[in-house]
């Protein structure tokens, strides 16, 4: 069983940065891949970025390539996105997922265990 809580979400000029965390319990997330997702209302949620605990492998939605950075610390149980350069169209509800496996996933329905959502406002 793993519990997840996001934080760093907040209010940024478009242009500028922000880190999101994502705080895991248990002992054996560092055998679970984790992937961070957003979500509009009225939209379906979309996948972001995916990092797996093997060889650290990533896969990164097109938009956000060569923006944002997933990361992980196994040490502090914790995993990162890095979002540099964000724009409005970036700003959702950013969950942290993540799935005992070690591939990279993009869908949201095979992810097992969910944070409960961090708020990222772009004003322009």
């Known amino acids: 069983q793993v519990q997840l809580v996001e934080s760093g979400g907040g209010l940024v000029q478009a242009g500028g940065s922000l880190r999101l965390s994502c705080a895991a319990s248990?002992?054996?997330?560092?055998?679970?891949?984790v992937a961070w997702f957003r979500q509009v209302p009225g939209k379906e949620r979309e996948f972001v970025a995916a990092?797996?605990?093997?060889?650290?492998?990533?896969f990164y939605v097109d938009s956000a390539k060569g923006r944002f950075t997933i990361s992980r610390d196994n040490a502090k149980n914790t995993a990162y996105l890095q979002m540099n350069n964000l724009k409005p169209e970036d700003a959702a509800v950013y969950y942290c997922?993540?799935?005992?496996?070690?591939?990279?996933?993009?869908?949201?329905?095979?992810?097992?265990?969910w944070g409960q959502g961090t708020q990222v406002t772009v004003s322009s």
């Open positions: 997922a993540a799935t005992r496996t070690s591939q990279v996933i993009s869908v949201w329905d095979e992810y097992d265990y």
């Open positions: 248990g002992r054996t997330f560092n055998t679970y891949s």
């Open positions: 990092l797996s605990w093997i060889a650290g492998r990533t």
